[in-house]
C-alpha cells in the first residue's frame, strides 16, 4: 500500500468523519457550561438527519434542507430545556427520553424514505489554491463540505464568545453557581434556555450533515450512536470550544479506521473502537490531579431555584 | 426613582434610605419574619443583633430581592418600592455580601466583579472592569488582585471582593451578613476601618451580628431581633453588652461555665507529621502534629478554610493521608476505615450535621443505633433487635433531652438543635476514647449551645480526650484547655488557654508562629 496516500486520505476522511461529532460536542459544551447536562443528543441528530434528508429531498435545496434539520434540533431541545430547566425533571432521564423518543420518531416518519438515495447533496468543494499545497491540500482543502470550515470556525468563535465576552462569563457563571449569577441580576433561566436550545440547533445541523452529505441517505439509526460519543468528547474537550476540535477528529478517525481496516480485524472489533476508546477516555479524565483542572461546572445536572438552601 | 439623595443639604428632613414596615415572611413551620420594621439611615452603620435562626437574613434576603415577603412594606429613599429580584435591588443602590458568599471559585476576581455588571463592554469585560477596580481598591482600602481567581483566596480576600462588587455597582446601602465570621480580630479591625470610610461617604450599612462586642464597636444603632420579631432599636452609646443580651435571648445570661482544672492523662490521639490533600489536589495538611490527652480538650482555632475541615476528615478516616502517622492510643490508624476508628472508641461530631451526622429520612432511633445497628445487642444473627433499639433509643432521647414527637419520627424533621443532640447521644454513648467535635454549635441557639458545651466538659471530665475544631474564638477559649491555630495547613503553636490572649490568637490565625509544644504538659 501507498503510506502517504494511505495518511493522507485517513485524515481527509477523519476531517470529513470528525463533522458531525464537532457540531455535536460544540452545542453540548455550550448546554453543559450553562448547568444543563442534555443526554439527547443522540436524537436531536437523528432527527435533524432525517429533517435535512426529507426536506433536501422534496425541495432540492440541501441549504434549506440543514437548516429544517437545526430547527428540529432546536425544538428537541427546547422540549429539553422545559422539562429540565422550568419543571426541574431529571436532567440525565429527560435526556435519554429524548433520545429514545427522536429514535423512534425519526424511524416511523423515515419508513417511506428508507435506503433512498439523495438526489441533490451538499457539493464537496477543493479549495482554489490551498489544494494545491503537497500532502497538507488534499489531506485538508480537497473533498470537504462547507460545513468542515464553518465548524472550525465556530469552534473558535464560541471559545472567544465563553472565555472573552460579556455573555461567556455569564454562561460560565451560570453553569458553576447559578445562584451567584441569580444574585446578580442575570436571568439564570433565560440563560439556560438560550444554551440548550443553542445546543440542539447545533446537534440537529451534525445529523443533517450526515444525511446530506457524508451519506446522502436515508437509513434509519444513521447517527450510529454518535450522540453518545459526543457526550464523552465533551468531558474529554474538557468543555473547552478549541479542544474540541482535535476530539472530534481523533474520533473521526477510529470511526474511519474501523471502516478501512475491516480487511484485517473483526469487523464488530473495529465497531467497538470508538466506544471502547470513549471509555477509555473518560477513564483516564477521571484520574489524579488532572481532575480538579478538567473537572465539570460546578452546578452541572443541578436544577436551580432560587432560595433554596 | 429619586435621584441620588446624598447631594441634598443635610438640614433638610431627609427620608429614609431604607425603611421596611410590617414585614412579614414565613417558612414552612416557622415564621422567619414576624412584623419587622427596620429604618437605615445614610451615613449610619446599623446593626441587626440576634442569634441564629432570628431572622436576620431572611429580612436582608427580603430587602435584596432573593425572597418576596407575605406581607408588608419596602420604601427606598421616600419612595414605595416592589423589589422582585437581586436585579431590583442593585438598581435601587442596594449591594448584599452573603454570609455565604456568592463567588464563583474558578474564576478571576475580574470576572466575578464583570459578572451582570451594566456598561462593561461586551468584549473583553474583565480587562475593562480591572481598571476600575483598582481605583476602588485604593480608594476604600480594600486591596485585591483582579487576575487571582478567586478560590485561591483567602476568606478576608473574598469578602473584599464582594464588598467591591457591590459597591463597584454603586450601592448606597451595604447590607453585611455576618461579615467578621471569616475574619481574624485584626482583619476585623480592618473591616471596621473601611466601614467608618464608607460611612464618611454617606453610604448606609446594615451590619449583621450575633458577636456583641463588635455590635458595639462598629454600630450607631442596634435593631435586636429573637424569632422573627424585633425586640426594640437602642443608640449604641446607651447601651451595653448585659442588656444587649438580654434582649436577644430573652433572659439574663450567664457568660461563665464551671470548669475543673485539667488533670491530663495519657496520650489517647497523636498526630505525627501529617500531609493530606484537598479536593482538588492541593496540600490542606502541610506537617501537622500534636497530641491530645485524656482528661483535656484540645480547641483547633483558625478561620474556615485552613485546613480544619481536612484535619478532621482524616482523623475520622474519611480522608487518606499521604505522609504521617495517626496512633490512637499508641495504635497506628492511618488511613484506616471509619468503622474501625469508630469500634476503636473515636467518636465524630461532624460539621455538616444534616448531611454527614444523620440520615435523614431514618427515624431517630435508628439514627440512635447507627454507629452500632451491627453489633449486640442491637442485631442478633442478622437481624435487628428493635425492642433492644427502642429501650436504648428511649433513654437516649430522655437523658439528652432530645425534643422529638416520637422515636418513629425521621430525623431530618427534628430542629437544628435537637438533631445535634441526638448525634452527640450515639456519638457519646459506649465511652469514647477520643471525641472530635466540629464546629458542634454553630448555628445553634443559646440553650442548645450551653448543653453541648457542657456535655463535651463532661467528656472531658470523664477522661477522654476531645478535640474541638471551632470558627468560634469565645468557645474555643472558654472551653479548651490548650488552643492550636491553624493556618494555610499548618499549626501555627501551641498556646495554653489561661495565657492566650485574644490578639495573640488573632495574629496566630493571621500566620504567626509560636513555638509548638507538641504533647500536653502531663506527659
Ligand atoms: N429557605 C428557607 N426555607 C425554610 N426555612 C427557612 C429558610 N430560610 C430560613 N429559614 C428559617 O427561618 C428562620 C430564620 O432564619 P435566618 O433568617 O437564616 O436566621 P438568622 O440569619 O438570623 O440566623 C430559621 O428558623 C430558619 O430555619
Ligand atoms: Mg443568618
Known amino acids: ?309 | 426613582m429619586v435621584g441620588r439623595f446624598l447631594g441634598q443639604p443635610s438640614d433638610s428632613p431627609r427620608p429614609a434610605l431604607v425603611l421596611l414596615k410590617d414585614i412579614t415572611k414565613r417558612f414552612p413551620g416557622v415564621v422567619a419574619n414576624d412584623h419587622v420594621t427596620f429604618e437605615l439611615r445614610p451615613g449610619e452603620v446599623h446593626a441587626l443583633l440576634g442569634e441564629n435562626g432570628a431572622g436576620k437574613t431572611t429580612l436582608m434576603n427580603i430587602l435584596y430581592g432573593l425572597y418576596r415577603p407575605d406581607s408588608g412594606e419596602i420604601w427606598v429613599k421616600g419612595e414605595r418600592v416592589d423589589i422582585r429580584s437581586p436585579r431590583d435591588a442593585i438598581r435601587l443602590g442596594i449591594g448584599m455580601v452573603h454570609q455565604h458568599f456568592k463567588l464563583v471559585l474558578p474564576h478571576t476576581v475580574a470576572e466575578n466583579v464583570a459578572l451582570g455588571l451594566a456598561g462593561m463592554p461586551f468584549w473583553a469585560p474583565a480587562r475593562a472592569v480591572a481598571q476600575k477596580l483598582r481605583e476602588l481598591s485604593q480608594r476604600y482600602g480594600l486591596p485585591v488582585d483582579p487576575e487571582r481567581r478567586v478560590w485561591e483566596l483567602s476568606a478576608g480576600e473574598q469578602q473584599r471582593v464582594e464588598i467591591l462588587k457591590a459597591l463597584i455597582r454603586g450601592a448606597e446601602v451595604l447590607i453585611l451578613d455576618e461579615p467578621t465570621s471569616v475574619l481574624t480580630p485584626q482583619e476585623a479591625q480592618e473591616l471596621f476601618k473601611v466601614l467608618a470610610r464608607m460611612k464618611a461617604e454617606g453610604h448606609g450599612i446594615i451590619f449583621i451580628s450575633h458577636k456583641l462586642d463588635e455590635v458595639l464597636a462598629v454600630a450607631d444603632r442596634i435593631t435586636v431581633m429573637r424569632r422573627g420579631k424585633v425586640v426594640g432599636t437602642v443608640l449604641a452609646q446607651d447601651t451595653n453588652k448585659a442588656e444587649l443580651a438580654r434582649m436577644m435571648v430573652g433572659r439574663e445570661v450567664v457568660f461563665r461555665f464551671t470548669k475543673t482544672v485539667c488533670q491530663p492523662g495519657e496520650e489517647a490521639l497523636s498526630v505525627r507529621d501529617l500531609y493530606v490533600r484537598d479536593d482538588r489536589g492541593l496540600w490542606a495538611l502541610k506537617g501537622v502534629s500534636f497530641g491530645v490527652c485524656r482528661g483535656e480538650i484540645l480547641g483547633i482555632a483558625g478561620i474556615a478554610g485552613n485546613g480544619q475541615r481536612e484535619l478532621v476528615e482524616v482523623l475520622t478516616g474519611l480522608r487518606p493521608a499521604e505522609r504521617g502517622k495517626i496512633l490512637l492510643l499508641g495504635r497506628d490508624v492511618t488511613n484506616r476505615s471509619p468503622r474501625l476508628l469508630s469500634d476503636l472508641g473515636c467518636a465524630h461530631v461532624p460539621e455538616e450535621r444534616i448531611r454527614m451526622g444523620i440520615v435523614p429520612g431514618l427515624s431517630v432511633e435508628e439514627n440512635l443505633i447507627l454507629k452500632r445497628h451491627h453489633r449486640e445487642p442491637f442485631c442478633w444473627g442478622g437481624f435487628l433487635q428493635t425492642w433492644a433499639i427502642r429501650a436504648f433509643a428511649q433513654k437516649a432521647v430522655e437523658e439528652y433531652g432530645i425534643m422529638t414527637p416520637s422515636l418513629r419520627t425521621p430525623a431530618k424533621l427534628l430542629s437544628g438543635g435537637n438533631i445535634q443532640r441526638l448525634i452527640l447521644a450515639r456519638e457519646l454513648s459506649g465511652k469514647p476514647v477520643v471525641v472530635i467535635a466540629a464546629h458542634p454549635t454553630y448555628g445553634l441557639d443559646v440553650g442548645a449551645t450551653e448543653q453541648i458545651r457542657q456535655l463535651l466538659l463532661r467528656q472531658r471530665e470523664e477522661g477522654a480526650a476531645v478535640l474541638l475544631v471551632s470558627e468560634d474564638l469565645e468557645e474555643i477559649m472558654e472551653l479548651a484547655d490548650r488552643i492550636a491555630v491553624m493556618f494555610r495547613g499548618e499549626i501555627m503553636g501551641i498556646v495554653a488557654a489561661g495565657e492566650a490572649t485574644l490578639e495573640e490568637i488573632g495574629l496566630m490565625m493571621a500566620g504567626e508562629r509560636r513555638p509548638v509544644s507538641v504533647r500536653g504538659e502531663g506527659t
Open chain 1, 1 to 309: 500500500m501507498d503510506w502517504t496516500s494511505w495518511v493522507i486520505s485517513t485524515v481527509s476522511r477523519a476531517l470529513a468523519f470528525g463533522v458531525p461529532l464537532l457540531w455535536g460536542t460544540l452545542g453540548e459544551i455550550y448546554a453543559e457550561r450553562a448547568g444543563v447536562v442534555n443526554l439527547g443528543v443522540e436524537g436531536m441528530m437523528i432527527l435533524g438527519a432525517f429533517m435535512a434528508f426529507a426536506v433536501t429531498q422534496s425541495v432540492g435545496s440541501p441549504g434549506l434542507g440543514l437548516f429544517c434539520a437545526a430547527m428540529v434540533g432546536g425544538v428537541a431541545a427546547l422540549v429539553h430545556a422545559f422539562l429540565t430547566v422550568t419543571l426541574r425533571a431529571n436532567q440525565y432521564v429527560a435526556g435519554l427520553a429524548l433520545s429514545m423518543f427522536g429514535l423512534g420518531l425519526a424511524g416511523l416518519l423515515g419508513r417511506g424514505w428508507e435506503g433512498k438515495p439523495l438526489s441533490s447533496t451538499l457539493p464537496y468543494l477543493t479549495v482554489p489554491g490551498l489544494s494545491r499545497i503537497p500532502v497538507l491540500g488534499p489531506m485538508l482543502f480537497q473533498d470537504q463540505t462547507v460545513l468542515t470550515y464553518i465548524g472550525l470556525v465556530l469552534a473558535v468563535l464560541l471559545w472567544i464568545l465563553l472565555f472573552r465576552t460579556r455573555w461567556g462569563v455569564a454562561i460560565r457563571s451560570v453553569g458553576e453557581n447559578p445562584a451567584t449569577a441569580d444574585a446578580l441580576g442575570i436571568n439564570v433561566t433565560l440563560v439556560r434556555y438560550l444554551c440548550v436550545v443553542f445546543g440542539g440547533l447545533l446537534a440537529g445541523v451534525g445529523g443533517g450533515y450526515l444525511s446530506v452529505a457524508y451519506r446522502p441517505a436515508w437509513t434509519e439509526g444513521m447517527t450510529a450512536g454518535m450522540g453518545w460519543i459526543v457526550i464523552a468528547l465533551t468531558i474529554f474537550a474538557a468543555w473547552d470550544p478549541l479542544q474540541a476540535i482535535w476530539g472530534a477528529f481523533f474520533f473521526g478517525a477510529l470511526y474511519h479506521l474501523s471502516y478501512r481496516l475491516q480487511a484485517f480485524l473483526a469487523p464488530e472489533l473495529l465497531k467497538l473502537m470508538p466506544y471502547f476508546f470513549a471509555v477509555v477516555v473518560l477513564a483516564a479524565s477521571g484520574f489524579g490531579r488532572a481532575r480538579w483542572r478538567r473537572r465539570a461546572p460546578a452546578a452541572l445536572g443541578v436544577p436551580y431555584v432560587r432560595g433554596e438552601r
